[in-house]
């Protein structure tokens, strides 16, 4: 179908050229969160692995398009590259045309200006593509250069991205230097069947349609994302053959593709578990609307309440001293209430105890934290995830501590505190 009777001025779904929108969902949020926790930290490396048509490449260049003009950028392709092809590629992005004759003037030149810029406090942001296929040497260098410091901050910031799991390389002897320094060890995951809808009436939206649920009504978007598997570009091509393929409006489910869906990266690595791939859960707190306050859950447990003593503060006379204790163990999450005066409510539900899946919206008197995990998806009982008794216990023998060097307590008497696991 030509673009003009669907109603579009542009072709909605581009496959080699930039797309009309940028579409965020889900995993492309905590990607782009995972870049920005990055380039704020002090050792500053990222690994950003996801297969092709995963939205890598859109993701990346929506994250560097939010860095000063100022900060220095290299975007290499790894493919391939030797220590002397990758010094070469990265002076050439700095801005240098000059023909070095030796290895170590080319080294020397690269660390000298890497120096100089993180000495101006912008450490240049070096994206390596297909970081997999570097060469041992390139590699190394990467290391080295990862370990160089300026005031206690890396001198560069490092974004290796990849189609398969970089579990391996890192954990080479070549890639020693990286390893200890990783901040984020990021997987894409595919959108939810309501982004995929949001995804494809957004981009005919920009497109020029005013009624984008008639051109691809919401059973084909459906069927459009179970062909997709949720990945992005799989989308975007799927959509697009559909779109030519139809002789009238609304597109049909017959016209869409169905093509090989590629396995996320989280499943590349010898030696990998599920649950080294997850990424930290992610506490919103949120007072009439207002984020207040952004905080990653990336420790055994939280303490939440009114004293500064707890891991995240409440400031709030309806908020208990010591209001609820949330604990991880494994890929789950289990919200304690500790006798709270005014109530834990999970969906406005008053619990005692809980498992948490994503998405559940805890209140503590006039505050909400919003729970943010992508991978919590199941309210499983807790004796189907082996949630130990051992875990709780010892996180309440910690609770005890900390009590006690506060000098307050919160449990009066253990019996009578203690959250029960059936509750």
């Known amino acids: 179908m030509e673009l003009e009777a669907a109603g579009l001025r542009e072709q909605p779904f581009p496959a080699n ?13 905590d990607g782009l969160a995972a870049l920005e926790r990055t380039c704020g930290s002090h050792t500053g490396i990222a690994l950003i692995q996801g297969p092709a048509l995963s939205g890598k490449s859109t993701m990346l260049g929506r994250f560097l398009q939010t860095l000063p003009d100022e900060r220095d950028i290299a975007v290499v392709d790894g493919a391939g590259k030797d220590k002397t092809r990758l010094l070469q590629a990265l002076l050439a992005c700095f801005g240098f045309d000059h023909d070095f004759e030796t290895l170590t003037e080319l080294e020397a030149m690269t660390r000298v200006y890497v120096m100089q810029q993180a000495s101006s406090d912008q450490p240049p942001v070096v994206v390596v593509k297909n970081a997999h296929a570097l060469g041992k040497g390139a590699l190394r260098t990467l290391s080295e250069f990862a370990e160089l410091r300026v005031r206690q901050t890396s001198a560069i910031k490092l974004v290796l991205v990849s189609n398969r799991s970089l579990k391996t390389l890192i954990e080479s002897p070549h890639g020693e230097g990286i390893a200890q320094r990783v ?21 005919l939206r920009a497109a020029g349609s005013d009624t984008p649920e008639y051109i691809i009504p919401i059973s084909v978007c459906n069927a459009l994302w179970q062909a997709s598997g949720g990945w ?5 091509r799927i959509a ?15 016209a869409v593709e169905r093509p090989t869906i590629p396995e996320g990266t989280w499943h590349g690595a010898a030696g990998h578990h599920e649950s080294d791939r997850l990424e930290p859960p992610v506490l919103y707190l949120t007072q009439n609307g207002k984020t207040l306050n952004r905080f990653v859950f990336d ?24 209001h609820m204790l949330l604990v991880r163990h494994g890929d789950s999450t289990f919200l304690m209430d ?18 948490l899946v994503n998405d559940d919206v805890i209140t503590v008197g006039h505050h ?3 729970f943010h995990d992508p991978h919590a998806k199941r309210r499983a009982g807790i004796e189907a995830i ?15 501590s900390l009590l006690e060097r506060e000098n307050t307590s919160v449990f009066p008497v253990q019996s009578e505190n203690l959250p029960t696991l059936g509750g």
Do not use: W
């Open 299 to 322: 420790k055994p447990r939280l303490l939440i309440g009114r004293s500064d003593h707890n891991d995240l503060a409440i400031d709030s006379r309806f908020v208990s001293r010591h």
């Open 338 to 355: 500790l006798n709270s005066t005014n109530g834990t409510y999970v969906n406005s539900r008053r619990v005692s105890n809980q498992l």
């Open 240 to 254: 697009l053959l559909a779109l030519a393929k139809a002789d009238t409006l609304p597109v049909s489910s017959s």
């Open 232 to 236: 992005p570009g799989i989308l975007d």
């Open 386 to 400: 082996e949630f130990a008794d051992t875990v709780i216990m010892k996180s309440l023998e910690d609770m005890h």
């Open 17 to 29: 050229s930039c797309p009309l929108a940028v579409v965020p969902y889900s995993s492309f949020n």
């Open 183 to 203: 901040v984020a060890n990021f997987h894409l995951h595919p959108m939810t069947s309501g982004e995929a809808l949001y995804y494809l009436h957004t981009k």
């Open 368 to 370: 909400r934290i919003k």
